[in-house]
């Protein structure tokens, strides 16, 4: 019995050790190089360019905007101007996200796992359920940490497919605009007005500055429209991941401490009072 109670701890031991080993050594090489980790990097790297180029083709529209003669297009200048906060608070966000998956993952199986199989070892030989409790949940949070976010990320990408195309169009309409107002401001010698200039690359009739500024407050209009897509794949969506991170943080090192409860005095019965009043 004695040496049966032996083998089954060396088996423990020894597979805490060969776990806490490939974690360290296999795990930390190998699952930052897969598909799954490398494409949620990739989604993530693709929408900071999509918001530099959205950011960019604001700025150059409001540019062109605000050089067209008497400032009656300012204020749309200014709009397209503002959106660039939005702008730094996504990059900020995907920033956030892609440091989670760079060093998440390796944090998680480098430091966490082994140190999870480090504490079951602990518990082996002080013989203390709390530090097996305790293992337990640190080896939950590594694999939080590790896969969370990159499912996230996934499911974004799956998820909002179409949005993207719609964002992606406004941002290759907004270019174009900048750049068709740059052309028909510039001087190439013929006599009319920049209203025709424009009536002819916008192919529509753009006869006075009414016109134009109906033009532009479409594209402001697609502008939002985009930018609300923006924030809810690339800040609501990784919010919630980290929310859902914080939850299983609560979850799992919640310090719960027993309250003691009120004294209860005993239950006596009816009869028996009446029996002693009685008496």
């Known amino acids: 019995m004695l040496s049966t109670k032996k083998a089954t701890l060396a088996i423990r031991i020894l597979s805490l050790l060969l776990v806490a080993a490939l974690s360290f050594f296999v ?12 494409s949620s990097l990739e989604s993530v790297e693709e929408s900071s360019a999509t918001v530099m180029k959205f950011s960019a083709a604001t700025l150059s529209t409001s540019l062109a905007i605000s050089a067209l003669p008497d400032d009656f297009a300012s204020p749309l200048a200014e709009s397209l101007s503002d959106m660039n906060i939005y702008f730094i608070a996504i990059l900020v966000i995907l920033l956030l996200e892609k440091l989670l998956i ?4 390796k944090l998680a199986f480098a430091v966490l796992i082994p140190l999870s199989c480090g504490m079951g070892l602990i518990c082996m030989w002080r013989k203390k359920n ?8 640190l080896c939950v949070l590594a694999l939080a940490v590790a896969f969370v976010v990159p499912c996230s990320t996934h499911i974004t990408k799956y998820v909002a497919a179409d949005l993207t195309a719609y964002v992606d169009q406004t941002i290759a ?19 009319r007005t920049i209203f025709e200039r424009l ?17 532009f407050q479409n ?3 697609r502008c939002m429209n985009s930018i609300a897509i923006l924030v809810l794949t690339d800040i609501v969506m990784p919010l919630l991941t980290f929310f859902l991170l914080r939850w299983i943080l609560k979850e799992l090192f919640q310090i719960v401490l027993p309250m003691p409860g009120r004294r209860q005095l005993p239950k006596t019965d009816p009869e028996d009072e009446l029996v002693t009043a009685g008496e």
């Not at 930052?32 to 490398?38: D, E, I, L, N």
């Not at 709390?130 to 949940?137: H, N, Q, S, V, Y």
């Not at 002819?200 to 500055?209: E, G, K, Q, V, Y």
């Open 219 to 221: 594209t402001i209009r």
């Open 130 to 137: 709390l530090w097996k409790g305790f293992a337990i949940r």
């Open 102 to 105: 760079q060093y998440g993952v």
């Open 199 to 215: 009536s002819d690359l916008f192919h529509s009739a753009i006869r006075d500055i009414n016109d134009l500024m109906l033009h």
């Open 173 to 191: 309409e907004t270019e174009d605009g900048a750049d068709k107002l740059n052309e028909a401001m510039e001087d190439d010698g013929e006599t």
């Open 27 to 38: 795990a930390t090489a190998v699952i930052p190089k897969t598909g799954f980790v490398k």
